[in-house]
């Protein structure tokens, strides 16, 4: 990778959940209000998205921001897939940690 962003993001993860959503780049990129260009730099690896942008990529794709830094086939201490909820805007996750116990998730 050659510019800045998330270390360690992993760039199969993204069209991973492309095919698993079944979405386009340009529907995702308007999704995560990044542009069309930017959504295949990610995807080529040429470019990580920046923290704020993960978070906001992973709580479009109902997913932890940590899926997309972890190798396909690793093993994750949390759940790949966050839970569902009414959302009031798209830039809000669906996912917090909890309050309480270490690596726990729980919805808000």
Do not use: Y
Not at 31 to 45: E, L, N
Request: aromatic share 6%; proline share 8%; net charge positive.
């Amino acid at each position: 990778m050659s510019r800045g962003g998330v270390q360690g993001f992993q760039k199969d993860r993204l069209s991973q959940i492309l095919a698993a959503r079944r979405l386009t780049q340009v529907q995702l990129a308007s999704m995560v209000d990044v542009s069309p260009a930017t959504i295949s730099k990610w995807r080529a690896g040429t470019q990580a998205p920046e923290r704020d942008a993960l978070e906001r990529l992973a709580g479009v794709v109902n997913v932890t921001p940590e899926w997309f830094t972890r190798a396909p086939g690793a093993k994750l201490s949390l759940p790949l897939f966050a839970a569902t909820r009414q959302r009031t805007s798209l830039h809000e996750p669906c996912w917090r940690p909890a309050l309480s116990g270490p690596k726990t998730w729980r919805l808000p």
